[in-house]
């Protein structure tokens, strides 16, 4: 099993990002998709999740409103799209599927990808 971020960078005040996360050795859409990010000095915070089962998405209040959740089942890639992206922003964001059926049956995080957010 694998599970690996992509696409992060570095951006300006205002722009967008499109954060990518693709899996291997299990079936994404069998899977809670979780993203999490880290700024530094800080907590891991939860940024939001979709699931496939009861067709819910989530988000924290600090993204809610620009930032998108998707997926591509047939890519096997669930997708991280931030708008309006602030200095607020920078962090090492993780993907985290887990699956619906319970972690017991599979959770996963990926390495991360650095999103630096500066003018």
């Known amino acids: 099993v694998e599970v690996a971020e992509s696409g992060g960078g570095l951006v300006q005040p205002g722009e967008s990002l499109r954060l990518s996360c693709v899996g291997s050795g299990f079936t994404l859409s069998s899977f809670v998709m979780f993203w999490y990010r880290r700024a530094p000095g800080k907590e891991r915070e939860l940024v939001g999740y979709?699931?496939?089962?009861?067709?819910?998405?989530e988000y924290g209040d600090a993204v809610k409103g620009r930032f998108i959740i998707s997926r591509d089942h047939a890519k096997n890639t669930a997708y991280l799209q931030m708008n309006s992206l602030g200095s607020e922003d920078t962090a090492v964001y993780y993907c985290k599927p887990v699956s619906e059926h319970g972690p017991e049956f599979g959770e996963y995080w990926g390495t991360g990808t650095q999103v630096t957010v500066s003018s």
């Open positions: 979709s699931t496939t089962a009861t067709g819910i998405t």
